[in-house]
């Protein structure tokens, strides 16, 4: 747990980190207004939740909310107290895969509460960002709001990235001329992009809603929410377009592996050709007739022979002419 | 039929059994205000239900609906009584399969019916709920209302769990190399698929009332509505992504199956080639020429069968080599 | 064409049948208030209902729609007539086919007038229905649209339930070890599943609105409104799952004949090995070296035969135990 | 250029060709109040719809959308000049082919201006129809819109028929025993459904705004478009259920490729094997060992003979019976 | 950088370009009223963005946009300067390829700035059509944007041409009779058409919102905006349409490549018969039967060879008339 006092005394802004949340409390309620608290709860336990919820006032449900992990993005508001429930991802690169995580905030009148779960804490980055930016921490606990939503954000746009680059692997392996089987890569790929897709579009309309004037927030913050919007907005449109994608692609192989069956099937029936012609002469004169001339001829066997190897030469020839071979 | 009468008298609250709605009403008429009786009927027949409406002052209409089983899932209001529909689920672990039962709950100012057909009775496990917080009686009837849908709710969330359960193990199937045929398993899944997304979509608007202010509920009984209607909407979701996910998984079957006929047609052409390169050969000594030096020598014999070994070796491994075997 | 004059003075009911139109308008026109004229037309011819819609007083317009067929389910209203176009379905048993007819309604102040196209007639359904519950002819007209949307939609779900009954029959096949091939059915079933979507899905926002509280009726037809809306808006989901589901046999169907044909391939390739083995033998002892010992011994060609069909037999064991055959 | 003025005093209407669009506008300025200009123009050039425009007074935007083909379906407000355009379809029997032109209205306060472009010209139809009915022209300009509508939308449905023929057509030929090619039929249908879709969809929202109150249409014009928009609508349905039905055969065909596919090899394989045997029939008495009793008999020659047609009928019969020849 | 003043004073219009920004500034505040800047940035690096938007007070996260390409069409207001983001295309003719850029509008009540990265400027064009008709430069700023709207949905408008002409070359290769494998130009403009549908759907309700009457431009500039909306939403629709048709003609290619597959195994069938058959006549006079007649005949080894190639004959030509060759 991490407790920081946010002090905002006309221009001069100061910053204090403050060792548990009892004592963060008490100099909170001394403080003067433009005064916040942000606690930052990192894959905490039950109790450690309940706890604090009962230091902060927080409705029962909403601290469900912040043990159970699993949420839908969502927007809530208990009191006057909002919470705001995000997915987290990131993309392992080892396994190429999407995993998830969820973030918390709880916004109050003079604290912000985030709660992180998973393998990815946009909290810090959150923080990082905050502090870097003098002017946010001004707007109040909303800034923190703000900076957990533009650096979870900032995290689907990569990701974002990275599944358009699996993408664009697996069209090349599609294509290729090595006939690879890609199929369950496909779906694998599917998989995820629907999980993102679940991650990202319920929180379009939240975001939405936060951009727009009926948000409550001071005039100042409202394009900073646009731009998150934007982006969301934007992430969302990708990954529908990935999905589009993705169908295609499998269409597409299947189409190609049509073709390769057929190419298999003339390039076989060319072989099996090939083989049949020498076997059908073999036979021709393995016939017991009285009379076969050809049988008497000192030469007749390698001239046998050679029309065999001749023809046979001549039809590889000509189906590697029309394609076939 | 089961009879229970909530008192709750400032902060003092109590629970009685009665045996018998008439007696029950009786009671019911006597008590002061904040007090409400619980009629739960399971399984009953028309008449038994036709009885209880008329001592209740139920519309015909309403009654009709709570005796024939196959409601769609609604929200009815007659004159001061609210009547919902909802369909109970249940997952038969033996068949994989998903059965479909009937709720019906009738709300008056100070009476709460509940009727339920089918496998799963969610009265009883609502009832242990309402039974266990005994703040919410304090709600009135309402409380038994939010009790049902939650009730409900949690078997949805759980018979997604067993349903992804059942996908991902298609999906093994699918991708293994055993070659299973799951098509007839994927479509009973896709069946019941449909049929869980029928249960749950057109609740969703209805749950979203009961959550927003215009439902008419107490301020405090909100966030437990929010909190359902956060649960149906999260399990709508997944029914959503999971009959994505099982339409490209028999697309990735179809796919599949087209892989193994092209890698069965090169297995059995190789074998084709292999059988066929002996017989040429031995066609070749079957030709009936007076001049074949090799049909002389002692050895031609185990000489032309041991080329023949050698070549069917040499093909077989090459075609192992290029992948064809 | 039958005319029938309901009134309901107080709570008296009666119910008079008059022989032709002009008659019951006379008849009408002395009546007290409460009392409306119903007139059934079946299959009428256009001149005839020409003649009628000039002594009600019907706009042109309308009058048309009555004539022709192949209306789109809607409501019009024109002055204080209110018209309403309904399809009929009929499930033809011998054919397992939908016929489509038609039913029209215009309701006036003080009559309703019904004219049906084609197989069906709810008409007399509905007309049965309107005699058997003596309560609602005192709500007027509406009770005659009443009436006879109830009648329509029940045979939806009567034909829904036909249409379902196909279907299981087709996934029955589909799913057989007969290798029926059923696309012709597949697809005419959906053809008839398309019919009835474009039946149904255009009365779901009529039906809506009469039982919403602008409808205009009086307050308790509202509830039985409410009633045929649910049933519509089931039927409308029924259809639209029939028609996904029909979508994913075909699917399956078609995944399935590709698995049929790799089965099949894989059985002649067996066969075709068990063919080729004794084949290569009989070569192998037909080539003509002079020092081959096997051709000489007393008991090489039963041997010979032996070994072939030893060969043979293990052949066809192993390929059955390997599943190809 | 077709100029005609229409004359509305009272019940007495007069009509009225005048040659030139000049003198039409003079005679218009000084004729009483309810009299309108209707002016045709087919194929007009550039130059001619703009020196009228500058006559008429219309907004130059409005003018370059009457000169340039290929608009989409709209309503358009300059002034008090609203501009409507349309798509006009035509089937052309020899090809089957839908091709398309445009129609153009532009009604000012007493004049109406058509331009059509393409192969149909909507509003000699429309002027048969206005001539026709004497009270339509008591509406003033709007009953040309009307009666342009009305003749467009009227070969969009004749033309929905002709392609549900076509349809049909290719429904049996899919279905038929003759295994046709049908894709690029299919395609081309397809293709042309498209543009019919893209010609009725956006015209729908324009219609029902003519029919809705908001119009600004005389009330009694109310039901004439209801009844255009009526039309429009189910010609939109037929569209989109077409379209669904083309996907549809689409599938259905490719399906039956696939189950010709399997025919055709159980076929070819059930001939090889009636080849197969009797070769290896003939390897078996073409091998020399010395002891083949067989091979001296008699009548050994023709029983092998007998023996090898005897097995090919007894194989062809059975295949005959398990449905493979 | 290029800074050009449009003054407008009374019906006097004049313009003039000025060196940097700094000094057409200066003049700017000096100006009477109707006088408006245009700034025109191409490919501009940050430095100079930000600098520029130094001196005009622009809002740092509007300057961020300007900066960063990528971003997807939108509107959005900061104060009194409205940002209007759009894609840019362009068709590079040698590769068939669909190249993006970005196009950025700052209108404020003076000045209007443009922002263009990537291939394609339409600042220019815009410009020029600006200078070409004198009458817009009045409406102000607003004039700059629908200029560089109006040049970009045209070059959106031949795209789609393009595009289409892509499809039609693709269609003719699917349907001849060369058997080419389109598949992955098929997916090609598949992907093409995604990110085309991605510049254009989002800015259809950006510019309707322009059109409407809440946008806030004079009254004067709306026709003009309608216009654009028109021509943005015919591309959308034209872009729908060849997604769909694309989806389409990868079906029917895969229906073709099955329909092929059906004919080459026909004729490869067809090819082996005629080799089977003889070898089959072969294997016939190779059996060592004692008491064969026919082996004894002068002329049997020619009759035999004649009876070959007879009967091959005989076979070819049925093959040929039943379409299998």
Chains 1, 2, 3, 4, 5 share one sequence.
Not at 60 to 86: N, T
């Amino acid at each position: 747990m991490e407790c920081v006092i946010y002090r905002s005394d006309g221009s001069a802004r100061t910053r204090e980190e403050v060792e548990g949340s009892e004592e963060a409390l008490k100099r909170l309620r001394d403080a003067p207004e433009g005064t916040f608290l942000w606690i930052r709860l990192t894959d905490p336990s039950a109790p450690e939740v309940e706890a604090l919820a009962g230091e902060l006032g927080l409705h029962p449900l909403a601290v469900e909310d912040a043990v159970q992990a699993h949420q839908r993005p969502k927007r809530e508001r208990y009191g006057d107290v909002l919470s705001v429930a995000l997915r987290t991802l990131s993309y392992v690169d080892e396994t190429s895969q999407i995993e998830s995580g969820e973030a918390m905030v709880f916004l109050g009148p003079d604290f912000a509460l985030t709660v992180c779960h998973g393998r990815v804490d946009p909290a810090l980055e959150a923080a990082r960002r905050l502090d870097q930016d003098p002017g946010m921490p001004a707007l109040g606990p909303v800034a923190v709001l703000h900076a957990l939503l533009d650096a979870t954000v900032d995290t689907y746009t990569a990701i974002a990235e990275e599944v358009r680059g699996d993408l664009t692997g697996l069209e090349r392996r599609v294509f290729s001329s090595a006939r690879e089987d890609v199929i369950e890569e496909i779906y694998s790929l599917k998989r995820e992009v629907l999980e993102f897709r679940d991650a990202v579009q319920p929180l379009v309309p939240v975001v939405q809603d936060f951009a727009g004037p009926r948000s409550g927030w001071p005039e100042e913050a409202l394009p900073y929410f646009r731009d998150v919007a934007d982006h969301v907005h934007r992430t969302d449109t990708e990954v529908r377009s990935l999905d589009e994608l993705l169908n295609s692609v499998l269409d597409a192989h299947l189409a190609r592996v049509g073709t390769w069956q057929n190419e298999d099937m003339r390039t076989i029936s060319a072989w099996a050709a090939i083989f049949a012609l020498p076997t059908l002469i073999a036979g021709l004169y393995g016939m017991n007739f009285a009379h076969m001339p050809e049988l008497g001829w000192t030469y007749g066997y390698p001239l046998a022979v050679a029309v065999m190897v001749g023809a046979c030469t001549l039809l590889h020839r000509s189906f590697r002419r029309n394609g076939w071979l």
